[in-house]
């Protein structure tokens, strides 16, 4: 791979805290490496701004490995940039051209309060886990892990769902800030297993109504969830979601 | 100073004896008992989880968004249990055996086999929990091999495993915050442990939001809180790992145990460039399959794909013909090192050496060809290929694609090129076999203490001990504590010890910001980096480290008169954040190799260049440096030595022999 340096313009959203008004500021980067992740691109300006006395850019990171779910920026008009199944901090400057001007926002839905410039607030996340993203076994009750076969194929799909990193790249890309792939993503990983029978009906009633009550929208079914999600996480579990809804609603008391 | 209270007894029934003989808490003393747990990973989470089960009250802190973020989630390859469901002669006893020797003989024994009697539940417990382990089509759970053992006892769910176990976890700990049990502080991180005659009582956390200090009594305190990697500025950690909360505890009178077993880990991607944040890891796993390898001659500039077979060294296999490429970590990492200086080193900066799967996806190509009845002789090459192909995405696939990611190159077809990196350190706070630190009241899990790795970890061991100590072991032992715990009542907060800590803290964050210097924390950090990397690093020497002293004190008057952090204290401030943690590690850094320089041994991780074998092995000196190093802090650049000897009663050390 051919190594190339490039001059960007970066338009970005600076917001001093969660009760003042954002507004957009251009900065101009310069000799960026095309070996460097957008991060660091970020850390470049955010010396240069520090050396300046400016204020650098906050952002939420932590792993830079692509797995924690930390990283949320909006590039370009997509979360995490163009790169498909790719966090912010797994892409690479090599996406980009010289002169190129980069477009950075953070996540933007009334659940996801803005904390500063580029940091939300998704603890809406931790809530809706604990109404019910759970199998309820306490420490010490477990039977032996090959005491209950579980078909491989169902396995693999629980695995597929539960993935999922919790970044709320999936509200971002809605246009109604759904958290339905998020959510479906839980109730599948769960549903898909034996362990998670016992409490099935109430999990997923549970989980729906405390998403609801966060303020996320309802679900179109415009699939830009499935398609910015960086684990891809397959849209048919928001199918999945929808069929353990109903089954549960008709069979509740 | 040193009592390890190891229960007497044959090692096998050491554990289950202290279970069935220490004190118990009553369900409704329980409730009236607050625990402090700091710190949201494997350890933290799960013994804020399964102490909320209990019925203790519990608060919980961690400085990312939410518990689910912490580092734990990146590791990859698996995780050890002696299950033996494979067969093939696995036990406690040679889990308990394969991590003494893989810690090169610096582990106590009586902790480490408790870890591999438990480690048979923590399966059985994630599996309760729904974690999606890597199953067989007969709908049971799958193994592979992993570094310094002979057998599969390693279980997996792909290359996440650790995600999935502290998603499971995390699950658990928020079912205890929907129930009450526990209250969880994200964003927030402590600075500091608040003691009352040598007493811990509580900590002073720093609201990351709003800057805001908080006092929290807890009957006692547990440090969950990771390792110390990132004083090297470049490692595997996440950006956020920090020593800070060990690092207070330490101040406030905790033993630091080891601190320069530092673990590198062999296979990571190479650095690239100046703007390099940090390292990301490649499986240990791929080394079940792929097989490292330099040109046989140096400075060999062809692509890898053109060096022909004869023309290659494959050094791992060549040097230990028993354990191949599986050799362990550390043995591993030297390895490397030593073709690359030797200069035999690829890629652009020439340190680098090749993993390649080009053979694993021949080999698993056949084996798909054979599986459909057919003769290899049949298939065409290509055909072979894609098979082998599909079956390494499957196995691996994640990581190939993280490896794409990264360096834009495609590992199906070129070999990756890896190199050593700091990922894991054994050393970390001293704690008895109740996981107490030498303050009372104070506990310390998971990666955060020293006890169970000796001078290096296996691979798959680190999330084995994480949520060992915190579903099994310290659910019992904390009650031993708590049990007369019920007489003390609970300090207010007003108390001038919570006061006067919180005062300090204050004192020191304002101290930081009014420096207003003309030099990042980033810079700080980044040197303090080069000279642990450099000085206490793959390999050290005694004129290296004690050169290594004086610099780093050097840097830290620096910090202390020149760092500049932008922003207010009364907001959100990752600098200021950045600022303490770095503070912290400036000191740490010279503990380190202090540590270094006194042990003249090479021992695990810790390579001393004057004590090798001529074969280039490290050699220990077991008559002079048999013994835990802990150090008690007693002013700046100032340490006690305190030595706990370790005794070995089962087994018998030996040099490490991976041939």
């Known amino acids: 791979m051919e190594h190339y340096n490039m001059n960007l313009n970066l338009k970005v959203w600076r917001q001093k805290n969660s009760k003042t008004r954002g507004e957009f500021k251009m900065y101009r980067v310069e000799n960026i490496s095309s070996e460097m992740s957008f991060l660091e691109m970020f850390d470049v300006l955010n010396e240069r701004l520090i050396a300046e006395g400016d204020e650098p850019i906050a952002f939420d990171h932590d792993c830079r490995e692509g797995i924690c779910g930390m990283c949320s920026m909006y590039i370009n008009g997509k979360p995490h940039g163009p790169w498909q199944g790719n966090t912010t901090c797994q892409l690479h400057m090599r996406a980009f051209k010289d002169g190129d001007t980069i477009v950075v926002e953070p996540w933007r839905s009334n659940a996801f309060p803005v904390i500063k410039d580029l940091v939300v607030d998704r603890t809406a996340f931790d809530r809706i886990i604990q109404a019910g993203g759970y199998i309820s076994v306490n420490t010490g009750n477990a039977v032996d892990g090959n005491a209950l076969p579980i078909n491989k194929d169902k396995a693999d799909a629980s695995f597929a769902a539960a993935m999922c990193i919790g970044c709320g790249a999936c509200v971002a890309a809605c246009k109604n800030s759904s958290a339905m792939l998020f959510l479906s993503a839980k109730v599948s990983h769960l549903a898909l297993l034996p362990q998670g029978e016992p409490e099935r009906n109430s999990r997923v009633l549970s989980m729906v109504a405390q998403m609801d009550k966060e303020g996320f929208g309802s679900c179109t079914n415009t699939g830009a969830c499935e398609a910015t999600c960086p684990k891809e996480i397959s849209i048919s579990y928001i199918a999945k979601l929808n069929q353990e809804y109903l089954c549960a609603s008709l069979t509740a008391e | ?659």
Not at chain 2, 429 to 454: I, P, Q, R
Request: aromatic share 10%; with cysteine; proline share 3%.
């Open chain 2, 1 to 659: 100073m040193l009592e390890s209270k190891i229960p007497a007894g044959n090692l096998e029934s050491k554990w289950t004896d202290y279970k069935g003989h220490c004190k118990l808490v009553n369900p409704a003393n329980k409730r009236k008992l607050e625990v402090i747990v700091v710190g949201t990973g494997l350890a933290g989470a799960s013994a804020a989880a399964t102490l909320g089960e209990l019925g203790y009250k519990v608060k919980a802190f961690c400085f990312q968004d939410s518990p689910r973020r912490a580092h734990s989630i990146a590791a990859q390859g698996g995780i050890n249990a002696a299950k033996n469901y494979q067969n093939d002669g696995d036990s406690v006893f040679r889990l308990f055996y394969d991590t003494v020797k893989g810690g090169d003989y610096r582990a106590r024994e009586a902790n480490v086999h408790r870890l591999a009697e438990v480690s048979a539940n923590i399966i059985d417990q994630c599996v309760a929990q729904g974690v999606p382990f890597a199953r067989e089509y007969g709908g049971l759970l799958s193994n592979r091999s992993f570094g310094g053992t002979q057998v599969q006892r390693t279980f997996y769910a792909a290359g996440q495993t650790g995600q999935q176990l502290l998603i499971g976890a995390y699950q658990a700990l928020e079912r205890q915050v929907a129930l009450g049990n526990v209250k969880m502080y994200n964003r927030h991180e402590m600075l500091e442990v608040v003691t009352i005659d040598g007493k811990a009582v509580g900590i002073i956390a720093r609201d990351l939001i709003s800057g805001k200090l908080q006092r929290h009594f807890g009957n006692a305190v547990l440090l969950c809180t990771g390792g110390y990697g990132n004083v090297f500025y470049l490692s595997t950690n996440a950006m956020g790992s920090n020593v800070t909360a060990a690092w207070k505890a330490h101040k406030a009178g905790a033993l630091f145990a080891n601190p320069c077993f530092t673990q590198i880990h062999p296979t990571c991607i190479p650095v690239s460039g100046d703007h390099q944040s940090k390292l990301t890891l490649m499986s240990e796993s791929l080394r079940n399959d792929g097989r490292i390898w330099v040109p046989k001659n140096q400075g060999d500039n062809r692509k890898p794909n053109e060096i022909p077979e004869s023309e290659r060294d494959y050094y791992l296999e060549r040097r230990y013909p028993a354990f191949g490429n599986l050799v362990p970590r550390d043995v591993a990492s030297r390895a490397a090192k030593e073709r690359c200086d030797a200069g035999f080193g690829v890629g652009t900066s020439k340190q680098a050496v090749y993993l390649d799967y080009a053979s694993a996806i021949e080999r698993y190509g056949k084996i798909e060809i054979t599986k459909h009845g057919r003769e290899v002789e049949d298939a065409s090459s290509a055909e072979i290929i894609t098979l082998g192909k599909q079956v390494v995405k499957e196995k691996y696939g994640n990581l190939f694609d993280m490896y794409e990611k990264i360096t834009g190159e495609n590992p199906y077809e070129v070999p990756m090129r890896i190199y050593p990196a700091v990922h894991y350190t054994m050393g970390g706070l001293w704690v008895d076999y109740e996981l107490m630190t030498s303050v009372k009241g104070m506990y310390c899990l998971g990666e955060a203490n020293f006890s169970d790795h000796g001078a290096n970890r296996l691979g798959a061991s680190a999330l084995m001990q994480g949520l060992a100590d915190g579903y099994f072991v310290i659910p019992y032992t904390i009650g031993n504590y708590l049990a007369d715990e019920i007489y003390s009542k609970p300090i207010s907060t007003d108390h001038e010890a919570f006061v006067n800590a919180e005062k300090e803290v204050g004192d020191r964050i304002r101290t930081l910001m009014n420096i207003k210097g003309n030099t990042s924390v980033e810079t700080f950090h980044k040197r303090l980096g080069k000279i642990m990397w450099d000085k206490c690093g793959m390999a050290r020497n005694e004129k290296g480290l004690q050169e290594a002293i004086v610099e780093i004190q050097q840097l830290r008057k620096e910090f202390w008169n020149d760092v500049r952090i932008p922003g207010d204290i009364d907001e959100f401030n990752p600098e200021l954040d950045k600022a303490g943690r770095v503070a912290d590690f400036l000191e740490l850094g010279e503990l380190m190799c202090k540590d270094a320089l006194l042990r003249k041994e090479s021992c695990g991780g810790h390579f001393r260049e004057e004590s090798q074998t001529e074969e280039g092995e490290a050699l220990r000196n077991d008559a002079e440096f048999m013994y835990v190093a802990a150090w008690e802090f007693e002013g700046e650049s100032n340490w006690k030595l305190h030595k706990e000897a370790l005794e070995y009663e089962v087994i018998k050390p030996t040099q490490r022999n991976y041939k």
